[in-house]
Structure formats: C-alpha cells, structure tokens
C-alpha cells in the first residue's frame, strides 16, 4: 500500500525567511509518481509540480524549489524568501505509474503561514 | 476553454436525507474520483471511475455511492447523510495513461450534515 507522510502540521515564518516542506513517501513500485498542490484560503486545489521516478534532478521554479532523494524516498519542497501569498495548506501527493491506476494518495498537509 | 465543475458549491442537510453531489467535466477524460477532506486526514479518496460503467470504492466508500453513465459526469450519492460526512468533497478528473498522471480539481462542494 501507498503512504504519504508530512510530518509538519503547521509551519509559521517570518516574511523574507525560507522555509522547507518535508514530504516521505512508501511504495512498492518502481515507477511511481510524485506531486505537489497548494490549497491557499480560498480553497481550490493548486497542481505546483510533478515528478517521475525516473527523474531525480531538482527542479526551481522562481522561489519555489523540490529535492527528491529517492534513497531517503523524500520529496522535500523549499521555499525561498517567503512571501504573505505562500500562505496556504500544501499537500504531497503519491500516484502508481500503471496504467489503469492512477488514483492519488495524498499526505494530510501542511499548513503554512507567513507573517509580515 | 475546459473545467471540471461540481455543484452544489454549498449544501446544508439533516441526517438521515440522501444527498447528491455533482462533479461535470468537459476534458473528455475516462478517470474521474472524489475525495473528501478533513482537518487531519488531507483528501481521501471515496470513489473513481475509470471510464462509462466502471465504478471503483475507495479508502472510504462506505455510506456513498456513484454512477458512469457517460463520459462527463460522476454524481456522488450520500444514501442517508450522517454527520461525520460533513466534510469538504472534491471531485478530480485525468486523462487515461496520460502523462504524469495529472489530476484536475474541481472547485469543491462544502457540506454540512446536521
């Protein structure tokens, strides 16, 4: 079975800091993919990023960068010089690469608020 | 420009009414799902669909049910209402073996079962 963990319930940081967002996940496949949503105030579901297995590299995207190891099956997610529009609840999430089986498995979030 | 959508966006009710909620696509996909989220929990999945007259229970099905009648629409039916199904639903839908699997969201439908 699939599992998604995001150890971090709340994060608080002060504008201008970064701050990361830890994400482990379980799977038995070896071709799996990885995801990360936001969910700001208003409540929609915002697709920021997906990986595959396959592919280890980093990714940046302007503030917003992700470190996937897959030797500590982490999918961290960083970011840089916070600003207030970061706050929201952000949710990693495990898909299996077969087809047929695309359902998501989602971590339970991490809210994070960004003080001015 | 295509959306998925669900309705209602809000909806109040007592225990023991059947409920239902609607989730329409038009990105033409085969997959659709619907998950429900509490404060704890993230999204958890109720039940999916991978195309017209599949219909699959997820992590927590019991006391919902859906139907695929055609390519677009997957209503989701609360028999008789309890209040531990006051939750936030969203329905998501994905292209067949598409790349990455990506899912899109629809908006959410708030309820509230007293």
């Known amino acids: 079975a699939q599992k998604v963990t995001q150890a971090q319930t709340e994060i608080s940081v002060v504008e201008k800091e970064d701050v990361t967002l830890d994400c482990v996940y379980e799977t038995r496949d070896t071709t799996y993919y990885l995801f990360w949503y936001k969910q700001p105030p208003s409540g929609e579901l915002v697709f920021l990023i997906r990986?595959?297995?396959?592919?280890?590299q980093n990714e940046i995207s302007g503030r917003y960068s992700w470190n996937f190891q897959k030797s500590t099956s982490s999918f961290n997610f960083t970011i840089t010089a916070s600003q207030v529009v970061d706050s929201a609840v952000y949710f990693c999430?495990?898909?299996?690469?077969?087809?047929?089986?695309?359902?998501?498995?989602f971590g339970t979030g991490t809210r994070l608020t960004i003080i001015p | 420009d295509a959306e998925i959508t669900q309705s209602p966006r809000h909806k109040i009710t007592e225990t023991g009414r059947q409920v239902t909620l609607a989730c329409h696509q038009t990105?033409?996909?085969?997959?659709m799902f619907w998950y429900r989220q509490d404060l704890g929990h993230g999204l958890r999945l109720i039940h999916y669909s991978y195309g017209v007259q599949d219909t699959n229970k997820g992590e927590v099905s019991d006391g919902y049910s859906v139907s695929r009648s055609n390519t677009e629409d997957l209503p989701l039916t609360l028999e008789s209402a309890a209040s531990s199904q006051t939750s936030v639903y969203f329905c998501?839908?994905?292209?067949?073996?598409?790349?990455?699997?990506?899912?899109?969201f629809g908006p959410g439908t708030r309820l509230t079962v007293l």
């Open positions: 998501a839908s994905s292209e067949t073996g598409g790349l990455y699997n990506e899912q899109f």
């Open positions: 990105w033409n996909h085969n997959n």
């Open positions: 999430a495990l898909s299996e690469a077969n087809f047929g089986n695309e359902k998501l498995t």
């Open positions: 990986r595959n297995s396959f592919d280890e």
